[in-house]
C-alpha cells in the first residue's frame, strides 16, 4: 500500500497547485488628460473615455476580461474623487461594479497615499468603502488562505509600514480589515512582501506573491518611455510567474505611458506613449498580454483536465492493482451487469487514461505523476488479465452466448490497450501479453447484437491484428461494412442498426470504434481500410461539429437518450476529434478546449463523488433515477474516455492556444459566430 499512499499523495499535491491570478487597473479620472490618444468602445475610437457611460465603462471591461483578466483595481487614489468630486466618482465605481457582476468579474479600491493624506483620511476611506463595496460578491477578497477584502495603497511597503506602526489604533482599524497591497510609486525601492502591485515600470514584492508589469521604461514621469513589443512580451511572461497574483499594468491610462489596452497613440502630443515599432498596431500591447494570459490559462486547463482524471480513476486502478476492486467496488441493487462489474470499470477507465501513458514520463510535474502512476497500472492489467488474481475478469460467458455483456467491456479494455501500444503494451512482459491475448480471444464466443455492439468484436479484433498479426476477418469488419453503407443517416450521425436513436452511442461507441477499426485496416492493406477512415473522418468532424456547437455557455450540454449516467463521456466523439487534430474538427482549438473545460468543471463536483472516493450512479450527483437496469457502479467510469485530448503533448495546439468563445458562448454573448452548413454524405 506504501505505493498507492505515494501516488494519491503526488496527485493531491498537484492538484492544490493555485492559480496566478492576472489583474489589471483601470483609470477611472483621466479622460480629461488624453492628449490625443484614443481608445476603442463599443466600436468607436474615442479620446473621451468617461465611465459615467455605463455602455462605454461595460464594454471597457469586457474587453479586459477577452483578454483574460477577471479582477480590476480602481484608481482612487486622488482626495478629490471621494469629496468635491464624488457624486461623478459614485456613478463610476457603480458602473464599475454592475459591469462587475454582469460579466462575472471582480474588483477592487486603490486608495491614494498615506503619507500625502492622513492615514485617518484613508480609514475613514477604508471604513466606507467596507460598509458599501467590500461586503458584496463583485469585490474581489484576496484568496490563497486569506478571505479578506483586497485593497492597494499608493506607496512602497517600507513606508505603509511604518506610518502603520506609529499610527493609532483608531487611525488605521479599517485599513486592516483589508489585504493591502503596497507598490513603487516614482524612485525604485527595496521591496517588502506586500510590494509588487504597481505603478510603474516594472517591480515584485520581496516574497513574489506579487508582481507588476507595465510597458514603459523608467520609474520617474521625466524617465518614462514606452518599450517595444518583444520586451513587454517577456515582461508579461514575466509577471505571470508571480507566485499570487500578476499585475498587468493599467488598460485605459492616458495620462502616463503605462497601459497596455486597445490604444491608437499616432496623434497623442505625448512623446512618452509612442513606440515608433508599435505605433502604427493599436492592439499590440492587448494582443500580446491576450496571448501570454491564454497560453497560461491554457496549461492551467491541462492540470485540472489532469487531476480531475487521476480522482476518477484512483479508486479503480488502486484497488485493482492491490487485488482488491472486487472486494470494494460498491454494487446498485437491481443492476444486470453485476457479475461483471470490475471489468467493466477498468475496461472504460481504459479508454481514456491508457493513452496518457503514451507521453513520456519526463522532469514536470505531470511526468512524475505518470512515472508514479505507470507500474500501478501496469499491475492493474495484469490481475485483471491472470487467472490465479482475486481481480480475475470475466472477458466471456461459459458458453455461447448472443449479447453477453462481457463483450461490451472486453472491447473498451482492447480499445484502451490499441491506443497505448507505446505507453503500456510495449513495456509488459511476456507473459502478461499472452494472458490478456488469451482473455480477449475468449470473448469471440459472444455473438454480437445487429447494433454498435457489431464495433465491440471488431474493436477487439483490431487490437489483435495489431499485436499478433492475426485476427477473425468477418469480426474485424462486418460493423464497419454496416455502418459504412447501410446505417449512415446524415449530419455526422449514424442509426445504432436499423433504427436511429438520438442518444450518446454514436460518441461512446460507433465513431471512436469505427474510427480506430479502419485506422487499423488501413495499416494492414486490408481492403476498404482507407476508404473506410477517409470517409469517417469526415462524418467524425461534423459529429464533433455537432457536440461543439451543443456546449451552452455556461459548460451545459442536454441530456438525451439513454446511459446519459455517462456524464462527459458522451462528449468522446469530439474529445477524438481533438485528439486527432485541428482539420478534424471546425473549431478552434482553443474554442474546443474552453467548451470541454467548462463541461468538466461543471460536471466534476464533489456531489459526483461518494465519500469514500467512487463516482456516484447519475448525472451530476447521485441519481440513481436515470440509471437504467444494466447501468452500475463500473459502467459510470464510460466518462473515462473523455479524457483523450490528454495524450497530446502539453506543447501542442489544443493545450496551448488561448482560450476563445465556443459556438454557444460567442452567439449567445453577441460575438460573431461561425455560420453551420448541412452535411449529408
Known amino acids: 500500500m506504501k505505493i498507492l499512499s505515494s501516488v494519491m499523495a503526488a496527485s493531491l499535491a498537484f492538484a492544490a497547485t493555485a492559480s496566478t491570478v492576472p489583474v489589471t487597473y483601470i483609470m477611472v479620472c483621466c479622460h480629461s488628460h488624453d492628449k490625443g490618444t484614443k481608445f476603442l468602445a463599443n466600436g468607436e475610437w474615442d479620446s473621451k473615455h468617461d465611465f459615467e457611460d455605463y455602455s462605454f465603462a461595460l464594454d471597457m471591461m469586457r474587453k479586459i476580461k477577452e483578454a483574460g483578466i477577471g479582477v480590476v483595481g480602481v484608481d482612487m487614489t486622488n482626495p478629490g474623487q471621494w469629496d468635491q468630486y464624488w457624486p461623478s466618482y459614485e456613478k463610476k465605481l457603480a458602473n464599475v461594479e454592475r459591469a462587475a457582476g454582469e460579466l462575472g468579474m471582480q474588483w477592487f479600491v486603490f486608495f ?81 512582501p506586500t510590494d509588487g502591485w504597481g505603478y510603474r515600470n516594472k517591480s515584485a514584492g520581496s516574497t513574489e506573491l506579487a508582481r507588476f508589469v507595465a510597458p514603459n521604461s523608467g520609474v520617474h514621469p521625466r524617465e518614462w518611455a514606452r518599450i517595444g513589443a518583444d520586451e513587454w512580451r517577456e515582461r508579461v511572461k514575466w509577471a505571470l510567474g508571480a507566485k499570487e497574483y500578476a499585475v498587468i499594468g493599467t488598460y485605459d491610462d492616458t495620462c502616463d505611458c503605462i497601459f497596455w489596452g486597445i490604444a491608437d497613440v499616432k496623434a497623442s502630443t505625448n512623446p512618452r506613449h509612442i513606440h515608433e515599432a508599435t505605433k502604427d498596431d493599436p492592439y499590440v500591447y492587448y494582443n500580446i498580454v491576450k496571448e501570454e494570459v491564454g497560453r497560461v490559462k491554457a496549461s492551467e486547463d491541462r492540470a485540472f483536465w489532469v487531476d480531475t482524471m487521476l480522482k476518477i480513476v484512483s479508486p479503480v486502478v488502486t484497488n ?45 510535474d505531470e511526468g512524475r505523476l505518470r512515472a508514479k502512476w505507470r507500474p500501478l497500472l501496469l499491475k492493474a492489467i495484469r490481475n485483471a488479465a491472470d487467472p490465479k488474481s482475486p481481480d480475475f475478469m470475466v472477458f466471456a460467458p461459459g458458453k455461447p452466448t448472443l449479447a453477453h455483456q462481457s463483450l461490451v467491456d472486453a472491447a473498451f479494455f482492447a480499445q484502451g490497450l490499441l491506443r497505448s501500444r507505446k505507453g503500456l503494451w510495449e513495456r509488459m512482459d511476456d507473459d502478461t501479453r499472452r494472458m490478456i491475448v488469451d482473455a480477449l480471444k475468449s470473448s469471440r464466443i459472444t455473438e454480437p447484437g445487429h447494433c454498435n455492439w457489431l464495433l465491440f468484436a471488431g474493436e477487439i479484433e483490431a487490437f489483435l491484428l495489431e499485436t499478433t498479426g492475426e485476427c477473425d476477418m468477418k469480426r474485424l469488419r462486418f460493423g464497419v461494412d454496416k455502418f459504412a453503407h447501410d446505417w449512415y443517416v446524415g449530419e455526422g450521425y449514424y442509426s445504432d442498426g436499423d433504427h436511429m436513436a438520438f442518444d450518446g452511442y454514436n460518441s461512446f461507441v460507433i465513431h471512436p470504434m469505427f474510427y480506430e477499426i479502419a485506422e487499423v485496416m488501413e495499416r494492414h492493406g486490408i481492403k476498404d481500410g482507407a476508404e473506410y477512415l477517409a470517409l469517417e473522418r469526415k462524418r467524425l468532424r461534423r459529429c464533433a461539429d455537432v457536440q461543439e456547437r451543443m456546449i451552452s455557455p455556461e459548460g451545459a450540454y442536454p441530456m438525451l437518450g439513454r446511459s446519459i449516467c455517462y456524464r462527459f463521456g458522451t462528449l468522446q466523439a469530439l474529445a477524438l476529434a481533438a485528439t486527432l487534430g485541428s482539420d478534424a474538427h471546425p473549431a478552434s482549438d482553443g474554442a474546443v478546449r474552453g467548451a470541454m473545460t467548462a463541461v468538466l468543471r461543471r460536471q466534476s463536483g464533489a456531489e459526483n463523488f461518494r465519500p469514500d472516493g467512487w463516482l456516484h450512479v447519475g448525472f451530476n450527483g447521485e441519481q440513481h433515477c436515470l440509471a437504467e437496469t444494466y447501468i452500475g457502479y463500473g459502467s459510470v467510469y464510460l466518462c473515462t474516455a473523455f479524457f483523450l485530448p490528454l495524450s497530446l503533448p502539453a506543447d501542442s495546439p489544443f493545450w496551448t492556444a488561448p482560450e476563445e468563445l465556443w459556438t454557444c458562448k460567442a452567439g449567445w454573448g453577441g460575438a460573431d459566430v461561425r455560420i453551420d452548413h448541412a452535411f449529408w454524405k
Not at 470490475?342 to 475496461?347: I, P
Open 112 to 192: 491614494g497615499n498615506p503619507a500625502a493624506h492622513t492615514l485617518k483620511y484613508w480609514n475613514d476611506k477604508a471604513k466606507f468603502t467596507w460598509e458599501r463595496y467590500a461586503q458584496k460578491p463583485q469585490y474581489r477578497r484576496y484568496g490563497f488562505g486569506d478571505d479578506r477584502p483586497m485593497a492597494t495603497m499608493f506607496l512602497p511597503g517600507k513606508d505603509v509600514a511604518g506610518i502603520l506602526q506609529r499610527a493609532k489604533p483608531e487611525e488605521k482599524n479599517w485599513i486592516e480589515k483589508f489585504r493591502i497591497g503596497t507598490c513603487q510609486v516614482n524612485d525604485p525601492i527595496k521591496p517588502t
Open 320 to 364: 485493482l492493482a492491490a487485488g482488491t476492486l472486487r472486494a470494494n467496488l460498491p454494487r446498485r441493487d437491481g443492476n444486470a451487469t453485476i457479475p461483471y462489474s470490475e471489468l467493466e470499470a477498468f475496461g472504460r477507465v481504459m479508454t481514456g487514461f491508457a493513452p496518457w501513458f503514451n507521453l513520456p514520463d519526463d522532469d514536470t
